[in-house]
T-cell receptor, first 114, second 116 residues
Framework: DGGITQSPKYLFRKEGQNVTLSCEQN?????MYWYRQDPGQGLRLIYY???????QKGDIAEGYSVSREKKESFPLTVTSAQKNPTAFYLC?????????????FGEGSRLTVL | AQKVTQAQTEISVVEKEDVTLDCVYE???????LFWYKQPPSGELVFLIR??????QNEISGRYSWNFQKSTSSFNFTITASQVVDSAVYFC?????????????FGPGTRLSVLP
């Protein structure tokens, strides 16, 4: 079945450590996105990528980094510079060449900093 | 700038009641798209519907229906005969066709609790 796979589902990290969240899609979508969701809050855009080897900062990119070396993959690294990284992270891809299609989401990764 | 407002933070209903979730949007574009997503407790966002700005026909899908009114910039979502499985957070979203990447804006969400 086509879809988006995020891993790990749960992740614990000590302060000062970098962690990488994986996002893989087999929907053949060009556009991919990372969102952050805090308890009781909406979704905030971290980074997005319209095409391989290109990505753009979203509204809250500080303390995060991404890469887009393959169409199928868009990993997110939460660096030690992110002051409050505990959150639920959602990866998405978009149909319609990133213009007008809907977003398809993965199941999310819940990061907790100890 | 584009914006989506969902004024109802939380709604509680008893099973079999009808419930309407409100969504009001702001955009300067004449071509745009509206969406509704459901987020159950598991966390994954599930796509429910997509509507473009040129199509004001109301949509019905089983117990779900959507009322799109450009005159009031609203795209409301009604669940008829609600069920416990409808309990979730529902997000309304707006996308402007002419802008790439950051053009997908979500509302803050409405948490719906359907009590047995």
């Amino acid at each position: 079945d086509g879809g988006i796979t995020q891993s790990p589902k749960y992740l614990f990290r000590k302060e000062g450590q970098n962690v990488t969240l994986s996002c893989e899609q087999n929907l053949n979508h060009d556009a991919m996105y990372w969102y952050r969701q805090d308890p009781g809050q909406g979704l905030r855009l971290i980074y997005y990528s319209q095409i391989v080897n290109d990505f753009q900062k979203g509204d809250i990119a500080e303390g995060y980094s991404v890469s887009r070396e393959k169409k199928e993959s868009f990993p997110l690294t939460v660096t030690s510079a992110q002051k409050n990284p505990t959150a639920f992270y959602l990866c998405a891809s978009r149909s319609g060449q990133g213009r007008d299609g809907e977003l398809f989401f993965g199941e999310g990764s819940r990061l907790t900093v100890l | 700038a584009q914006k989506v407002t969902q004024a109802q933070t939380e709604i509680s209903v008893v099973e079999k009641e009808d419930v309407t979730l409100d969504c009001v949007y702001e955009t300067r574009d004449t071509t745009y798209y509206l969406f509704w997503y459901k987020q159950p407790p598991s966390g994954e966002l599930v796509f429910l519907i997509r509507r473009n700005s040129f199509d004001e026909q109301n949509e019905i899908s089983g117990r779900y229906s959507w009322n799109f009114q450009k005159s009031t910039s609203s795209f409301n979502f009604t669940i008829t005969a609600s069920q416990v499985v409808d309990s979730a957070v529902y997000f309304c979203a707006l996308s402007e066709a002419g802008n790439y990447g950051q053009n997908f804006v979500f509302g803050p969400g409405t948490r719906l609790s359907v009590l047995p």
